[in-house]
């Protein structure tokens, strides 16, 4: 229930809506939690629809690297 | 090539450390994760048995749909039963059973209308498009999944809808881990907290307890990094809030998010909690002024006396008193396919984890 993924943000649409890109997964994101609010590029947390808080995009690469490891890591241990 | 942070070198490594500051410690700790996010990730990378003998991890009850007393699983049904309804609510909740056994596919097999979504604002639109039908929307979560409720909340309001109603069953996370800790059910040396609350809360709500706290990420590399930082607190005698989360939380959390709640919601009372039972001033209602979409306020249900199943000991698992191994229905009776108790359900239910992952055997 409180997963959150980084994801970074492509278009930012009217209504405080953005389109994000989510480890390669396109979908809709509501900006309505964040003041001040983010900027094309920039990384954020995605929770159920909503971008709960800007990441640096060091520290977001750093979790997507941890994610996708994560996949690797699976695969590894046949899980 | 950087180094893989899951990777089982590193995961060895960190194990190693644990273990030498254990044997320093000169005894095994007991260590809680409230968040199911956590126990998932425990059971999924085998964390559990790698550090077996030397670390017991207690399950807290931070997993929304688990602690959804049996009366208000039996709320949502009866809800969702009013005709001429869409009952909407986050996906797993729908497969928890009710009182009599029944869920909320279930009923939606029966021809009730009952969605689950992604996202609440998809109720905003459901209400837009189907305005001859009143939708419910049944909000679940801790602070992570609270403020989206808010905003809901507001846009209903900016758009004068007549048809759209929340029921909000939102917890919070101080009540129950002071519960944990006061009742004295499970001995606990140090707290691994929830990543993702923390990043609404921020990290200072925590400075009332008197013990170990490290606010966690969810990955191997992430709860080993948090355990590390517990033992060095147990080792020089420390009992503070640390942060091995930094990529995400900070000091004061997200306080757009705080200001959102505060102005939609405000504390109820009492609120029964599953395993726990009343818990006062731990949940939040629809305040006065967002009254006219209070789903409890709004519709008149008789709700029959709410009852467990005899064999589910869910309530125990919550609190932490019992793993789900002890449970006579578990694995045979009980499973993710044909759940008896709301643990087996979510994925961050300690029985489902245990189910899903109880054959993982990770660098023995």
New interface residues.
């Given amino acids: ?4 993924i980084p994801s970074k943000i492509v278009e930012i649409l009217d209504n405080n809506i953005a389109i994000v890109d989510t480890m390669g997964v396109r979908r809709k994101a ?1 900006l ?4 001040p609010k983010p900027s094309v590029g920039d990384y954020v ?1 995605l ?4 971008a ?2 800007v ?1 640096s995009e060091e ?2 690469l ?2 997507l ?3 996708e ?2 996949l ?3 695969n ?2 046949e ?1 | 090539m ?1 180094t ?5 070198e590193v995961i060895l490594k960190a194990k190693n450390k644990i273990i030498q500051k254990i044997e320093k410690l000169g005894k095994p700790i007991k260590v809680m994760e409230f ?3 956590h126990t998932h990730a425990i059971m ?2 085998g964390i559990d048995k790698l550090l077996k003998g030397y670390i017991e991890f207690i399950h807290g009850p ?4 688990c602690v959804a007393s049996m009366d208000r699983i039996d709320l949502a049904i009866e809800l969702a039963k009013i005709p001429n309804t869409i009952f909407t609510t ?1 996906g ?1 909740l729908l497969r928890v059973p009710g009182s009599y056994r029944k869920s909320l596919l279930d009923i939606r097999a029966l021809g009730c209308d009952v969605r689950s979504l ?5 109720a905003f639109d459901i209400a837009l498009q189907n305005p001859n039908k009143n939708v419910v929307f049944f909000a ?3 602070e ?2 609270t ?2 409720t808010s ?1 809901l909340l507001k846009k209903a309001k900016e758009h004068k809808l007549k048809n759209l109603f929340v029921v909000s069953n939102h917890v919070m996370t101080l009540p129950a881990i002071r519960y944990i800790l006061n009742s004295g059910i499970s001995h606990i040396d140090g707290i691994i907290g ?4 923390s ?2 809360t921020g990290m200072k709500i925590y400075e009332e307890f008197d013990i170990p706290i490290v606010i966690s ?6 709860i080993l990094k948090a355990i590390n930082m517990l033992l060095d607190q147990r080792i020089k005698g420390e009992r503070k809030v640390e942060n091995a989360y ?3 939380v900070t000091e004061e959390g ?4 705080q200001k ?1 709640i505060e102005e939609t919601l405000d504390i109820r009372e009492d609120f029964n909690w599953r395993g726990i039972g009343n818990l006062p001033k731990s949940a939040l209602k629809i305040n006065d002024d967002y009254e006219m979409f209070d789903a409890e306020k709004v519709f008149d249900v008789k709700l029959p006396a709410s009852k467990e199943h005899p064999l589910c000991i869910c309530p125990k698992v919550i609190t932490g008193v019992s793993k789900p191994i002890d449970c006579k229905l578990f694995g045979n009776i009980c499973t993710p396919e044909n759940p008896i108790g709301s643990c087996m359900v ?1 994925s ?1 239910g300690a029985c489902a984890a245990y189910y899903k ?1 109880q054959e ?1 055997e ?1 660098c023995m």
Avoid: Q, W
Wanted: charged share 25%; glycine share 8%.
């Fill in positions: 229930m409180c997963l959150a509501s309505e939690l964040l003041n947390l929770h159920v629809g909503f709960i808080e990441l520290d977001a750093e979790s690297k941890l994610f490891e994560a690797d890591y699976e590894e241990f899980l | 950087k893989n942070l899951n990777s089982k968040c199911g996010g999924r990378y931070g997993c929304p749909v986050y797993d992604y996202s609440c604002l998809e679940i979560g801790f992570t999944t403020p989206p905003v929830p990543g993702h609350v990043v609404i990420g969810f990955e191997a590399f992430d930094t990529r995400a997200n306080k757009e998010a959102l979510s961050e992952y993982v990770l």
